[in-house]
């Protein structure tokens, strides 16, 4: 059996934008967008609410009611970036947390209640510290997320109380519910499911068995729970750097002992501060090559914070510091050879690791080659802690001049030539104002267009030919679109240069 905790703020659109200034703390008003042609109330704080202001209400009708009604501009994206940020902070209780919009969060926490004692203890810290940042809520449990949901938004204590609005379901179906004399969820579980299935549609005896619990379909995470979490909490906040760092530290050091049981070892660490206040500060690094190593992670994590171009802010203090690992690959013990070749290895896997901290994400690339024959496809850079499976090389036979130049142009370069026979080598081309004289050619390679990647048409048959000019320089041309099929008269280019 699976627990979820719901929390739903009935007034978020009103407090944030008391929050952020944008509305006054002691006068009722109104958030407004214009929809049909006209000004409506998109939300209403709750003074506006007691005085009988409901959402939907055109502003002329609301200021027919009350004169002096305070109107400001509803904005759906900031109030979402609130949710998001409540949602961050709620992460303290459970690594499986979902928003619910537009005023809703849910999180399951099962099994995640024992620093608290219970789940009502859980559930009255988080009141408390949602509280504080001046935006009321209720909060409701229950065995799946559709019934906490439901129980949080209409404030009732059984899901047989709920009225049938509490079904996700199209409005036109709430209302041909009520017609029929069906208006709370009891009277609809005492029916037989087939006959509201055929009368309401399958998609209502759905909502119906999930929210008596009859269905869990979980809930789709935010953040993908990761492999191993350690985490330390603090009895008082602490705001010393020194202090975060060695609690790091000792964090790194129990993360590395999980991963040595497990004959693993990490890609990616990450970081995560709990302000008191509810803030979220998140650091995280990537590893070139898997480690456990506790001391070189510790190493990382200082630069990391040295190098933040918005240095750490621990305001009231920290008060729960979690690190992650939610990226890791197995990693056994070695021999060491006796040429020194792992040591070597294992230096400049640190190297990489420390340049990409300083340098930022994304700075040390490296070449991967790629699973397609269209040359300029075949070949790209990733960041080098990427950890996207590998392709082989392509090796050329022994003793066989190369494939493909060393340098490519991106894109190809535009040429003019002149060619012996339609379908032949070129014999005289020119580019960049030269004029370069074939002395000998080798091809045609010919290379075709991806259809399974291109709409019809989309591409055209290449066909390559390296050539040497009269000085010895030796280039990679081709032919782009065949002589009558793909084009009366195809194009040539210089994709590259061998040495």
């Given at each position: ?12 659109p009103?407090e ?25 109330v ?6 506006a ?10 502003l002329t009708?609301?200021?027919a ?25 709620c ?11 537009p005023?809703?969060?849910?999180i399951?926490i ?16 988080l ?7 001046g ?7 229950a ?9 949080a938004?209409?404030g009732?204590?059984?899901v047989d109380?709920?009225?049938?609005a ?24 005492r029916?037989?499911r087939?006959p ?11 909502a119906?068995?999930?929210l008596?619990g009859?269905?869990?379909p ?24 020194e202090?975060?760092?060695?609690t790091?530290?000792a964090?790194m ?8 049981d ?8 990450e ?27 510790a ?20 008060d729960?510091?979690?690190l ?5 690959e ?5 021999q ?6 792992a ?16 340098l930022?994400q994304?700075?040390?690339r ?15 850079d990733?960041p ?6 590998p ?22 370069q ?13 014999f005289?081309f ?10 000998r050619?080798e ?11 291109h ?9 390559y030919y390296r ?8 280039f990679w ?8 099929v ?12 061998f040495?």
């Open positions: 059996m699976r627990r979820y905790l719901a929390l739903y703020l009935p007034f978020l009103s944030r934008a008391i929050r952020s200034g944008a509305a006054p703390r002691d006068t009722p008003f109104v958030l407004v967008e214009k929809a049909g042609g006209a000004m409506r998109a939300a209403v704080d709750a003074a609410a007691a005085l009988g202001i409901p959402p939907g209400l055109t009708d609301a200021r009611r009350i004169p002096d009604l305070v109107a400001v501009a509803h904005d759906p994206a900031a109030d979402m970036a609130l949710l998001d940020w409540l949602a961050d902070a992460d303290r209780y459970s690594p499986t947390v979902a928003t619910d919009p005023r809703g969060v849910v399951d099962t099994g995640c209640i024992h620093p608290f004692g219970d789940e009502a203890g859980l559930a009255a810290d009141r408390h510290r949602v509280e504080r940042q935006l009321s809520l209720t909060t409701a449990l065995d799946t997320p559709d019934a906490a949901k439901a129980l938004a209409f009732v204590r059984s109380a709920l009225p049938v509490a079904l996700r379901v199209d409005a036109e179906i709430h209302q041909a519910l009520r017609r029929a004399g069906l208006k709370t969820i009891a009277s609809l579980a029916r037989p087939g509201l299935a055929a009368r309401f549609g399958v998609a209502t005896t759905n119906l068995e999930r008596l009859e269905a869990d979980r809930i789709t995470p935010r953040r993908h729970p990761p492999e191993i979490a350690v985490e330390t909490r603090f009895a008082e906040p602490v705001a010393m750097t202090t975060v760092l060695a790091l530290d964090l050091r129990r993360a590395a002992a999980e991963l040595s497990r004959s693993r070892g990490g890609r990616r660490f970081a995560a501060l709990f302000r008191s206040d509810g803030h979220v500060a998140r650091l995280w690094i990537d590893t070139g090559q898997p480690t456990r190593d506790a001391g070189v992670l190493r990382l994590f200082r630069e990391r914070i040295d190098t933040l171009a918005d240095p750490l802010d621990p305001g009231f203090g920290y729960l510091i979690r992650a690992v939610p990226v890791t197995p990693l056994v013990a070695q060491l050879e006796l040429d020194g070749g040591v070597a290895d294992a230096e400049l896997a640190a190297l990489i690791d420390r340049l990409t901290i300083r930022g994304g700075r040390v490296r070449f991967r080659a790629g699973d397609s024959h269209v040359p300029e496809q075949a070949a790209f990733l080098i802690a990427d950890t996207a499976p392709v082989a090389w392509q090796i050329p036979e022994p003793g066989e001049p190369p494939l493909r130049p060393l340098h490519l142009f991106d894109p190809p535009r040429i003019e030539a002149i060619a012996e026979v339609p379908d032949g080598p070129p005289r020119r580019w960049r104002r030269m004029l370069h004289e074939v002395r050619a091809g045609p390679e010919r290379i075709a267009a991806e259809w399974w990647r709409r019809r048409g989309a591409g055209m048959t290449r066909d050539v040497e000019d009269q000085a010895g320089r030796r041309v081709f032919r782009h679109g065949l002589y009558g793909e084009r009366a008269v195809p194009e040539w280019y210089l994709h590259g240069l040495a």
